[in-house]
């Protein structure tokens, strides 16, 4: 099973600034990772997929970078609704598994 | 719009059955695009892909739960099925199902199961 290992567990910033979320993998997922966000009481909903790619109606600030086993997700300015938690996922392996997610929260 | 929609019972008794119903609504379960599955979180914790099911019927199941899960569809009320047997506490966690392509696109509100006598 790849495990997927997210850093740092809590990102503490203020809204404007820029987020910056890794997500490890124990062995390569190739491209074949998403990113979704998760808010309290919510389901989660799908931001990224293959590694960059917006998932309709997500806004350009969010981005997705890398391949193998080091991925990042990018918010470029937060706004007050993207302060949530944030799990990557990856499909390249069955099982497929998530990461334990990166909090988000007010500075 | 794709809807999913979980329900069945939110209290579970150790060493019993789990048993939890999703309803689609906006988009046919017998579709050859998609996966149909089952996700837990367990309070506080991350995610885990407990399986799947195709149109086909053809399922798929995380290889840790494997020995106690079973998923089937009802394509004529466009709904699938989870059981999970001789539950435990660990098996406590918000239940959701979600529509997969390659990735979990759409997905219902969840549903808690305390497990607990």
């Known amino acids: 099973e790849i495990v997927l290992t997210q850093s740092p567990a809590t990102l503490s910033l203020s809204p404007g600034e820029r987020a910056t979320l890794s997500c490890r993998a124990s062995q390569s997922v190739s491209s074949y990772l998403a990113w979704y966000q998760q808010k309290p009481g919510q389901a989660p909903r799908l931001l990224i997929y293959d590694t960059s790619t917006r998932a309709t109606g997500i806004p350009a600030r969010f981005s997705g970078s890398g391949s193998g086993t080091d991925f990042t997700l990018t918010i470029s300015g937060l706004e007050p609704e993207d302060f949530a938690v944030y799990f990557c996922h990856q499909r390249s392996n069955w099982p497929q598994t998530f990461g334990q997610g990166t909090k988000v929260d007010i500075k | 719009q794709v809807q999913l929609q979980e329900s069945g019972p939110g209290l579970v008794k150790p060493s019993e059955t789990l048993s939890l119903t999703c309803t689609v609504s906006g988009g046919s379960i017998s579709s050859r695009l998609y996966f149909w599955g089952w996700i837990r979180q367990p309070p506080g914790k991350g995610l885990e892909w407990i399986g799947s099911i195709r149109y086909s019927g053809n399922t798929y199941y995380n290889p840790s739960l494997k020995s106690r899960v079973n998923i089937s569809a009802d394509t004529s009320k466009n709904q699938f099925s989870l059981k999970l047997t001789s539950v435990t506490a660990a098996d406590t966690a918000v239940y959701y199902c979600?529509?997969?392509?390659?990735?979990?696109?759409?997905w219902g509100q969840g549903t808690l199961v305390t497990v607990s006598s």
């Open positions: 979600a529509r997969k392509w390659n990735y979990l696109d759409f």
